[in-house]
């Protein structure tokens, strides 16, 4: 397999999976496999492309210092060899058998040394009995008369005698599999070392510090690209089984370091209590929560955790409401001017959807429709704080066709339905007033998506799927400026 070559003036960086949203919501996963390697961040960088270093057993190497032609930063990533990348696995796995293999030849040691002992000892009562019996077939032809009471008493210690015979047979049979036994492990022992000579003595420890130090290389490649277009959704990532058929979970993406609370909202109407899970591992592992009562129900799937604060729609209204968790009181209340609401402009799954609130990498945002806009989608950035609009997008796209949608680095994506074959078909770029149509399919596992948001903190998106809480990694398209450094 060639060597992956990644240039950052046009990359692909592929965003965090569930592993990496476990160190900060989740922990980085950090290893290699011979399809993706784990980049800091969350990111996976795909081994589509590769071009031959002409050093391919060097470390890891990041460079993102560079331009070229046009003036773009160019961030390089090399990667050395393959065998180095997907062998540490199968070294340490063969060290381990080498070494249960040794210890079992030990013990097979052991054992043969208490098989020769007592199979001596055997031996010696076989000698016995055989003279005692010679001796007994002599006394019983000359002196049958004259010897009768000695007569007896050897055979007595013959009947206790003849029983070891049996225990004699036994021990050879054992004495014989002992050898076998060392046969077939100095055997295996001689081969597993031609096979680790052969694949080379590489110390795991070391390739995963390797691993580290790419990673924190990488972390600093990966600062300069916080936005970009999307191109691709992972395989979901199950990490609950829970809850009604809608529903909505979060995670804050300003939560300080440390703070992993996960946030989780059963139904779509008629609730107030929401649940606080201390980390993710709670949430996947235990049904250890706090509750939280809102003061009024909420209407549909599209809340968010920004900042300390939940943000949603009060139920059959168009308001907004700001509600601290902390203090558990309202900071700020506000109409979202001629937005449809009481299912008037819900997604095309129904559910009380008309406002969608979500966040990205520049803040807070809302997706609703309005009379004014035929009904189509309109694109609204709040302030986080008073919930006034600050600028406001009209598209074209009729929001009771679409499936689902979310907000990354600027860009409305939605989905064409919420049951069976699933695909994000079309995109607005707010920073442009531009729209495309694409074609980015995903997985939609248990056939019917009432929630989709992403987290800018974890790269990722969060899903209600049919009472199961999902995750998807998603990979950006990155271009970097020379300005942007």
Not at 29 to 51: E, I, P, Q, Y
Not at 193 to 204: F, K, P
Not at 386 to 409: D, H, M, V
Not at 436 to 451: C, G, T, V
Request: glycine share 6%; net charge neutral.
């Amino acid at each position: 397999m060639s060597v992956p070559l990644l240039k950052i003036g046009v990359v692909l960086s592929t965003m965090a999976m569930i592993t990496n949203w476990m160190s900060q919501t989740l922990p980085s996963l950090v290893g290699l496999n011979t399809t993706k390697l784990s980049a800091a961040g969350g990111g996976t960088l795909d081994r589509s492309t590769g071009v031959l270093p002409t050093n391919p057993e060097e470390s890891w190497q990041v460079y993102s210092s560079a331009q070229d032609s046009e003036g773009r930063c160019i961030c390089t990533v090399v990667a050395p060899q393959q065998t180095m990348c997907s062998r540490d696995a199968r070294t340490k796995q063969l060290r381990q058998l080498l070494e249960k293999v040794q210890n079992m030849s030990q013990s097979i040691e052991v054992l043969d040394r208490r098989t020769q002992r007592d199979l001596q000892y055997v031996e010696k009562m076989e000698n016995q009995m055989k003279g005692l019996e010679s001796k007994f077939k002599q006394v019983e032809e000359s002196h049958k008369q004259h010897l009768a009471r000695q007569f007896k008493a050897i055979k007595a210690k013959m009947d206790e005698l003849r029983p070891l015979i049996p225990v004699l047979e036994e021990y050879k049979a054992d004495a014989k599999l002992v050898l076998q036994f060392k046969e077939e492990a100095q055997n295996l022992t001689s081969v597993l070392n031609e096979l680790q000579e052969e694949i080379g003595a590489y110390d795991y420890d070391e390739l995963q510090s390797r691993v580290s130090n790419l990673e924190e290389r990488l972390r600093a490649c990966m600062q300069k690209l916080a936005c970009g277009k999307l191109t691709g959704i992972s395989d979901p990532v199950t990490v609950k089984t829970s809850g009604s058929r809608f529903g909505s979970w979060m995670t804050d993406p300003l939560a300080p370091e440390g703070d992993n609370r996960v946030w989780y909202m059963d139904g779509y109407h008629n609730n107030r209590f929401v649940r606080e899970y201390k980390s993710m591992v709670d949430f996947m592992n235990t049904d250890n929560f706090t509750s939280h009562r809102l003061p009024h129900p909420w209407s549909g799937t599209g809340q968010v955790v920004y900042n300390g604060s939940i943000y949603f729609n009060k139920f059959q209204s168009h308001i907004i409401i700001r509600f601290d968790l902390k203090t558990e009181t309202i900071l700020k209340t506000r109409s979202l001017d001629y937005a449809g609401y009481n299912n008037m402009y819900h997604y095309a799954w129904g559910g009380h959807s008309d406002i969608d609130l979500m966040v990205d990498e520049s803040g807070l945002w809302a997706v609703y429709a309005t009379n004014q806009n035929a009904g189509n989608i309109v694109v609204s950035r709040l302030d986080p704080v008073s919930l006034q609009t600050l600028q406001t997008w009209n598209t074209s796209y009729p929001k009771r066709s679409a499936g689902e949608a979310f907000i990354i680095c600027g860009t409305l994506y939605v989905t064409n339905g919420y049951s069976g074959g699933t695909k994000v078909h079309y995109a607005y770029q707010t920073n442009a007033s531009t729209y495309e149509y694409i074609d980015i399919p995903f997985q939609n596992k248990y056939s019917h998506i009432s929630m989709l948001d992403y987290n800018p903190k974890d790269r990722a998106l969060y899903a209600w799927n049919n009472g199961h809480q999902i995750l998807y990694n998603v990979t950006l398209f990155h271009v970097i400026r020379s300005d942007e450094l």
